[in-house]
């Protein structure tokens, strides 16, 4: 009977599951999309049951639908979005959670830096709107009813579905390190200086190694699941560091672009440099405990993608990508001299600003939409070339790129023109993240003896596109560009 590793991307938009084989090949994959509430004053929240449900449904799925039997899931681990602040009443029910992308704890973050600028010294990461941390502050003091009420804050979107499966409350170094309140070189939390900001230190969750055993299925989770009670399951790890594994990024140097809702560029470091701390930029821990993950953070990706195809596209619904697609192929690169800043939902990297704001300049009596939906894709595409740059990761060596974005042509080839590299879709993208995230469970399992064999045997390299960048763009570019960094 073949043995399988489950994984679960919990993901900003979908959840993603499959079935891994000893080889590390995929078998029945499934996508369960969820809801995001958006609110005013920068409220973004997610219904954390949501995700229950789509994980419940793959399940069941392939139990009933692929014939697959329980007892041949030896293994269940997780990656998910980070940086969430997912609260576990004392009945044991979840509030809505507070994704990354909420900036409503802006005052809060400004109070944290003014009152305590040691804690970003200490954990080796900045504080922002979307720091965890500042957020707690802020429910302390807008719903405290809603802080009091709460056992155990939880940080990542696989950390309530782990809790759910086992009753562990846990996370993983990689999510802790976006806390504001783990230290990253030691992987541990700083109680002494955080629980001076007012919030309860017994209300974090235990810090757990990714390939650690967080708990086994209890029987209510079976029963609801029809996952085998006793299955073990990991603590899993955060989505940044599963992606880099995805992307095959293990050893110090190498780098990848993710391009989902939101974004980033990151590259990978050996050891915390000390003065690293005050950049901006996430330190997260990778999962080889000897390396740093230096991240750049967007929350202007993909969903600007979508606003503009939703404005601009014509047609049914269904097809606005495709119609997108098409408007953007009939627009010559440089978009008649349009230039558009992307920043539609405040923004963290290279502006820290979350009140910061979209804009088109360079319209004229010339300018046709297809130049306006180019101009979309070229202001995200200067955006991630700013963020690499600040990264020091300017290269010509080829750049892997992952995440749902990368379904778009058209967004892959100005990224290769403008970032003046060859840019790589792998055939598997749409599962990358998912591909790291089964790493701990195959050396759990003794099916690689760490993650640079499983990197080397596993990761998917042949079958991927290769987009080459048109050398006749790079002047184009090079003076829109810097037009963009005076806007």
């Not at 229950?52 to 799925?61: E, F």
């Not at 802006?106 to 941390?133: C, H, K, M, Y």
């Not at 495709?322 to 690169?333: G, K, M, R, T």
Request: with cysteine; proline share 4%; hydrophobic share 40%.
């Amino acid at each position: 009977m073949t043995g399988y590793a489950a994984v679960f991307d919990i993901g900003t938009t979908a959840i993603k599951g499959a079935l891994v084989k000893k080889d590390a090949s995929f078998y029945s994959e499934q996508t369960v999309q969820h809801e995001t509430h958006y609110e005013s004053d920068g409220i973004v929240e997610q219904n954390p049951n949501d995700w229950w449900d789509g994980v419940k449904y793959i399940a069941q799925y392939w139990w009933m639908e692929v014939g697959i039997e329980p007892d041949q899931v030896v293994m269940i681990s997780f990656t998910g979005q980070m940086e969430d602040v997912i609260p576990v009443s004392r009945e044991n029910t979840a509030n809505r959670a507070i994704l990354y992308s909420d900036t409503r704890a802006g005052e809060e973050a400004e109070w944290l830096l003014e009152q305590f600028p040691e804690i970003v010294q200490l954990t080796g990461n900045p504080i922002s709107a979307a720091t965890p941390l500042a957020k707690l502050v802020q429910m302390k003091k807008s719903k405290r009813y809603k802080y009091d009420d709460t056992t155990c804050f939880l940080f990542s979107s696989k950390d309530y579905i782990v809790y759910r499966l086992t009753g562990i409350l846990a996370t993983d170094p990689t999510t802790g390190a976006t806390t504001g309140m783990m230290n990253v070189g030691a992987r541990k939390w700083e109680t002494d200086v955080f629980s001076l900001t007012g919030i309860d230190v017994g209300k974090l969750p235990n810090l757990l190694d990714a390939a650690n055993i967080a708990g086994y299925v209890h029987e209510q989770a079976a029963l609801e699941t029809g996952f085998s009670s006793d299955t073990p399951v990991l603590c899993g790890c955060g989505d940044a560091v599963a992606s880099a594994i995805g992307a095959g990024a293990v050893t110090s140097g190498e780098s990848y672009c993710y391009i989902g809702t939101t974004g980033w560029i990151a590259g990978i470091q050996d050891g915390l440099k000390p003065e690293s701390a005050a950049d901006g930029h996430f330190k997260l821990a990778h999962l080889l405990h000897e390396a740093i993950i230096s991240v750049a953070p967007l929350l202007n990706a993909g969903n600007v993608y979508q606003w503009g195809a939703n404005t601009f596209a014509e047609g049914e619904e269904d097809d606005k990508f495709n119609a997108f697609e098409a408007l953007i192929s009939q627009a010559e690169p440089g978009s008649n001299g349009v230039l558009f800043l992307p920043y539609l939902q405040g923004e963290r990297n290279p502006v820290n600003d979350p009140q910061a704001k979209g804009s088109f300049w360079g319209i004229s009596l010339e300018t046709k939409k297809c130049d306006l939906a180019r101009a979309i894709i070229e202001g995200i595409c200067f955006s991630l070339r700013q963020v690499m740059e600040v990264l020091n990761l300017e290269s010509d060596d080829v750049l892997t790129a992952v995440g749902g974005g990368t379904k778009s042509a058209s967004w892959c080839q100005i990224l290769a023109d403008i970032l003046e590299r060859p840019v790589r879709i792998s055939s598997e993208n749409e599962y990358m993240s998912a591909i790291g995230a089964v790493s701990p469970a195959f050396l759990q399992l003794g099916w690689a003896s760490d993650y640079r064999d499983f990197a080397e045997r596993f990761i998917e390299i042949p079958g991927s596109r290769i987009f080459e960048p048109n050398q006749d763009t790079f002047a184009m570019y090079r003076e829109m560009y810097g037009r963009y960094l005076k806007m």
